[in-house]
């Protein structure tokens, strides 16, 4: 059983993540922001053993259950994950081109319109993520809020100067979130998203 994969925000709030010291010879790494239950980074993570990963979960809740699955259902040490808000994490923590991607699946849509501020795929953000991104790195996106994806294809489409959007569907991802399998098998329709930095 793994241990110690959190990464204790008092330290390591102060300068930007080294990830050789994280990972060791680390080769590529990636990022998974909201991982909530953990069962999707930990498949996908034991799909991929020699990439790194980085969770983000901003919930404690979510990041207890989170950390408890991933302890548990990985198969290597190469996951560490941190709670706090993940802009702030990547703004002031992960190192500028430094990621190979980013997934972020089904983030809060804040339905309400004064309340579109607060959402996590906007196009400052999308800005911010593409400087974290390496060249060709790749940023997926999936959300099952059909408002919610309608503003995602407005923001993307302001950021052509930084990102190429790619063809992406249900059936390029075979694995799946436990939120993405339950909203399939209740017929929702998902919209997908893949950008890669250009």
Not at 78 to 96: H, S, T, Y
Not at 113 to 125: A, G, W
Request: charged share 25%.
């Amino acid at each position: 059983m793994l241990k110690n994969i959190s990464l204790p925000l008092e330290q390591y709030a102060f300068q930007p993540f080294d990830f050789t010291k994280l990972f060791g010879n680390y080769g590529s790494i990636e990022a998974e922001i909201g991982f909530c239950s953990g069962l999707f980074l930990s498949e996908y993570a034991n799909s991929k053993p020699n990439t790194k990963f980085l969770g983000i979960e901003y919930s404690p809740k979510f990041f207890v259950r989170g950390e408890n699955n991933l302890v548990r259902k990985l198969k290597q040490d190469n996951v560490r994950i941190i709670c706090f808000d993940a802009i702030a994490v990547m703004k002031e923590l992960v190192p500028f081109y430094s990621l190979d991607a980013v997934h972020i699946y089904f983030p809060d849509p804040w339905p309400k319109k004064k309340h579109h501020k607060n959402r996590l795929v906007r196009f400052e953000n999308l800005l911010m993520i593409h400087n974290r991104l390496k060249k060709g790195g790749k940023l997926y996106i999936a959300t099952d809020h059909p408002e919610y994806a309608d503003f995602i294809a407005r923001e993307i489409a302001a950021t052509g100067e930084f990102f190429k959007q790619l063809p992406y569907g249900e059936e390029d991802r075979p694995i799946k979130t436990k939120w993405e399998k339950k909203q399939i098998a209740n017929c929702w329709t998902i919209n997908y998203f893949l950008l890669e930095a250009k």
